[in-house]
């Protein structure tokens, strides 16, 4: 079991007061804590007093419970009752009572504040939580919309409502049908194109893809805009065919791997994150090509053609495919870009200077827009926020 995941069944323990006593020493071992965190938990959750106040206090307080009973009884500094700092990301993972995140390493209290005043929301209940769906363009032109609880089915393609699947055709295909799949802001949709590659499609994202591959020849899709993780079937599958991801300023060859591309066309920059295998990143303006290890990532800027390779923390980039937003210093503009996105909303800075304060946080992807603002405010990151409509205002 991944370090991730460990940290994810850990958290539902210390959500519900089962955390051992032996458990902080895996807890400490989790990728998503930086050195300060990991002290915290060896001279905190490791102390028997705290582990029994902790545990009264949690029965004290129920898990139906909200975060304003939260608030009121935990009244003790973070370093002192460090259980609180990690019981709200865990409750934030697996959906619980508290919607706080990770506070920044220079937070060192949770101070005791009065409940605040209800923020202005009108009609909130046009603020859904994104889920499973896009629309399907047919080599016709005709469109399928697919969405959960409604199943589509030809001879070649299956929908459930939450995937799309194609057959592989036995046929020699002479010429290439394409078809492609949008996915709106609030969507998100996964496929498996004939050869069998998985494609995860983020909200705001368009694949162009053919109904059937050519045997033995480069198999060829086509990002349009948008985010997609992609799992591809390996060349020693076809014949050694090669894999390409194509996008409006880049290719991505592949040899059979995983790896994560963001263009978006509000960007000026594409992102493209190798998790496995090899990929060549190939500038399509100036012919530059660029090899990607694992963890690494490559940044091509649009506007100069310069490609910078860094490394990253994949599991925080590829978060959303497991239903997670994961931000690890990452500027309020860009978070609430995000979350816009996911949400289709609009996101409005009364204070500008608000746009490049950073934070790390993880954010459960199946939370109310309430939730998240609800964070964002409890870490004083902003003093208020308002939802108009579907517009959200922050100052």
Do not use: C
Request: no cysteine.
């Amino acid at each position: 079991m991944s370090s991730f995941y460990k940290f994810i069944e850990l958290s539902k323990k210390i959500a519900s007061s089962l955390l051992n006593e032996k458990e902080p020493t895996d807890l400490q071992k989790t990728e998503l804590f930086d050195n300060s965190d990991k002290e915290y938990i060896r001279k905190n959750l490791t102390d028997k007093t705290l582990i029994k106040k902790r545990n009264n206090l949690s029965k004290q307080i129920g898990v139906q419970e909200d975060w304003r009973t939260v608030k009121s009884k935990v009244t003790t500094p973070i370093k002192k009752m460090v259980f609180w700092r990690y019981a709200a990301a865990a409750a934030i993972l697996i959906g619980g009572l508290i919607s706080i995140p990770f506070l920044s390493n220079n937070t060192s209290t949770i101070p005791v504040v009065n409940t605040p005043p209800i923020p202005v929301i009108k009609n909130k209940d046009i603020i859904v939580v994104g889920t499973d769906k896009a629309t399907l363009t047919l080599e016709d032109g005709s469109n399928i919309e697919l969405e959960k609880g409604k199943t589509f089915q030809t001879n070649t393609i299956t929908s459930n409502g939450e995937k799309l699947v194609y057959k592989k055709s036995s046929k020699p295909k002479i010429e290439i049908k394409y078809n492609y799949l949008t996915i709106p802001r609030g969507g998100q949709y996964f496929i498996e194109l004939s050869d069998g590659t998985e494609v995860w499609l983020n909200s705001e994202s368009q694949l162009k893809f053919p109904v059937a591959f050519i045997e033995g020849e480069t198999r060829q899709v086509e990002l349009v805009y948008g985010e997609a993780y992609f799992t591809v079937s390996p060349s020693e599958n076809h014949n050694g065919a090669k894999f390409k991801v194509m996008n409006q300023a880049q290719e991505v060859e592949v040899l059979g791997t995983q790896f994560n591309i963001k263009a978006y066309k509000d960007e000026t920059h594409i992102y493209t994150t190798l998790v496995e295998g090899k990929v060549a990143i190939s500038n399509t303006e100036l012919s530059i090509k660029q090899n990607l290890l694992p963890n690494q990532q490559s940044i091509l800027n649009i506007e100069s053609n310069n490609i910078e390779i860094t490394e990253v923390d994949v599991k925080s980039e590829t978060s959303w495919k497991i239903g997670l937003f994961s931000f690890k210093g990452k500027k309020l503009k860009h978070i609430m870009k995000v979350i816009s996105r996911w949400y289709d909303v609009d996101a409005v800075f009364m204070n500008k200077t608000l746009e490049d304060v950073r934070f790390k946080g993880v954010l459960g992807k199946d939370q109310n827009i309430e939730n998240i603002l609800s964070s964002i405010k409890t870490l004083s990151i902003i003093e208020n926020y308002k939802i108009d409509g579907k517009t959200i205002i922050l100052n």
